[in-house]
């Protein structure tokens, strides 16, 4: 079973950038669907970030623009890069992985993370 643990997350202000990171481990980690999933508090899980087994990377709407999912095949780590962050960004972030699926990836992920927290906050 894939296990998944995530660090970065922190307070910024407005305008600012972090970069979350994913340990990958239990599991070949090259050759599946992964990706970002954010909750704040009081509203519903939100996919935000997704990268298929050849690179291909999707984005929801929100995001689009100002973060950047990536893979290090080489350490079997899963980056989150999140530049120009709003306080509509503060969340509970989870790396996700579906080691069943390698395309057309979806947000319903069977394999989470802990979650870390971002505060987006003057």
């Known amino acids: 079973q894939v296990q998944l643990v995530e660090s970065g997350g922190g307070s910024v202000q407005p305008g600012g950038s972090l970069r979350l990171s994913c340990v990958v481990s239990g599991y070949d980690y090259k050759n599946y669907c992964m990706g970002w999933v954010r909750q704040a508090p009081g509203k519903e899980r939100e996919g935000i970030a997704v990268?298929?087994?050849?690179?291909?990377?999707g984005y929801a709407d929100s995001v689009k623009g100002r973060f950047t999912i990536s893979k290090d095949y080489v350490r079997n780590i899963l980056y989150l890069q999140m530049d120009s962050l709003k306080p509509e960004d503060t969340a509970m972030y989870y790396c996700a992985a579906d080691v069943s699926r390698y395309y057309t990836c979806s947000y319903d992920f069977p394999d989470w993370g802990q979650g870390t927290q971002v505060t987006v906050s003057s």
């Open positions: 990268v298929d087994s050849d690179g291909n990377t």
